[in-house]
C-alpha cells in the first residue's frame, strides 16, 4: 500500500503512472479532496483508511473507502453497522491493536482485543478480516508484530497489516500481508 497521505499532487500523479492502484489514507476528509477528482479515471483504484475514524464520519468513510484498517471500539462499530446497511457497501474491516499500550494512540489494548473482535462480529455483524498495529516509534518493533499475529492467528484472522517504511522488511518476517509505505514511496511529506 502506498500511503499518500499529505504528498503533493505530482507525485500521486507519478505513483498513479507507475502502475500503483492501492492507496492508503489517514483523513476522511483529505481522502475525498484528493481522490474523488481521480475516481473515474482509475476505476481499478483501491483506498484503504489507516488513520482514527470519528462515528460521525462513518457514513462518509463508508462510502469512500475500499478498507477501514481502524475499527477499534464499539461506538465505531455500531456506526460502520448502520453505514453498511445504509449504503449497501461492506469495506473490509481490520481492528487496530494498541500492541504498546500508549495512551495517545489509537486502537484496542492487546488484553482485550479478543473480546472486541468476538462482539464486533456478533453484536454488529461485521465481517472483519484482519488486524493492523502501529508499534511505538522508540521501541523494536519486531516484538510488537508478534504480538499481532497471535492474536489473529487464535482469532482465525488472515489479514496483518503491519510495517512502514522504517520497519516493513521486518514486519514481512513477522507475516505481514499489507505493508503500509509513505515516505520511502514518495519521499518526506510537507
Ligand atoms: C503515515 C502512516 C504510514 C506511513 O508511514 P511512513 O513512515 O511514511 O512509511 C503508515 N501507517 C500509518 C497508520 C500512517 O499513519
Known amino acids: 500500500m502506498a500511503v499518500s497521505k499529505q504528498q503533493a499532487d505530482e507525485r ?6 507507475t502502475g500503483q492502484r492501492l492507496f492508503g489514507e489517514n483523513r476522511v476528509q483529505e481522502a475525498q479532496t ?6 473515474e479515471a482509475v476505476p481499478d483504484l483501491k483506498l484503504r483508511l489507516i488513520g482514527p475514524l470519528q462515528s460521525n464520519k462513518a457514513v462518509d468513510a463508508v462510502a469512500l473507502f475500499d478498507a477501514i484498517d481502524s475499527l477499534d471500539r464499539p461506538k465505531l462499530a455500531a456506526a460502520l453497522a448502520d453505514a453498511v446497511q445504509k449504503l449497501g457497501r461492506s469495506p473490509e474491516l481490520l481492528v487496530q491493536v494498541n500492541t504498546g499500550e ?3 494512540k489509537a486502537g484496542v489494548a ?8 468476538k462482539a464486533a462480529r456478533e453484536s454488529y455483524g461485521l465481517n472483519v478480516s484482519g488486524l493492523m498495529c502501529i508499534p511505538p516509534a522508540d521501541e523494536e518493533p519486531a516484538m510488537h508484530f508478534a ?8 482469532n482465525g484472522l488472515r489479514e496483518l497489516s503491519m510495517g512502514m517504511s ?3 522488511e521486518t514486519a514481512i518476517r513477522f507475516g505481514a500481508t499489507q505493508v503500509r509505505v509513505g515516505s520511502a514511496l514518495f519521499g518526506a511529506r510537507g
Not at 12 to 17: G, K, Q, R, T
Not at 34 to 39: L, Q, T
Open 110 to 117: 492487546p488484553g482485550e482485543a479478543d473480546a472486541f473482535i
Open 12 to 17: 500521486i500523479d507519478a505513483m498513479l503512472a
Open 166 to 168: 522504517e520497519d516493513f
Open 147 to 154: 504480538l499481532l499475529a497471535k492474536i489473529a492467528a487464535r
Open 34 to 39: 484528493r481522490w474523488s477528482p481521480r475516481r
Open 102 to 104: 500508549e495512551p495517545q
